[in-house]
Nanobody, 125 residues
Framework: QVQLEESGGGLVQAGGSLRLSCAASGGTFSTYAMGWFRQVPGKERDFVAA????????NYADSVKGRFTISRDNAKHTVYLQMNSLKPEDTALYFC??????????????????WGQGTQVTVSS
């Protein structure tokens, strides 16, 4: 069973930066595509970014392109989300997820097999 644990969330002022981490245990991390999603209470979970197993293909939501960067370190079994130029509308609970197929960094949450518990990001104006 794969377990995912996010960290790095917190409170930041608009224009600031945060780096989220997601550490995986169990399974074979290097074979999974990894994604980040976010959710605001009362709303659906939204795609943020994804990366294929080799780290060579990235996929971003339009709302974060140019501000967020997803990366991974397969030796450390960790995926990262560097978030710059944060806006109040980025406030959400951020989840990482693992897709066992690994080949394509999909934005479809139903394709992901494992999920973390989330880390809260709050951006003040």
């Amino acid at each position: 069973q794969v377990q995912l644990e996010e960290s790095g969330g917190g409170l930041v002022q608009a224009g600031g930066s945060l780096r989220l981490s997601c550490a995986a245990s169990g399974g074979t991390f290097s074979t999974y595509a990894m994604g980040w999603f976010r959710q605001v209470p009362g709303k659906e979970r939204d795609f943020v970014a994804a990366i294929n197993r080799g780290g060579t293909i990235r996929n971003y939501a339009d709302s974060v392109k140019g501000r967020f960067t997803i990366s991974r370190d397969n030796a450390k079994h960790t995926v990262y989300l560097q978030m710059n130029s944060l806006k109040p509308e980025d406030t959400a609970l951020y989840f990482c997820a693992a897709d066992r197929s690994g080949t394509s960094p999909t934005n479809r949450d139903i394709m992901y097999d494992y999920w973390g518990q989330g880390t809260q990001v709050t951006v003040s104006s």
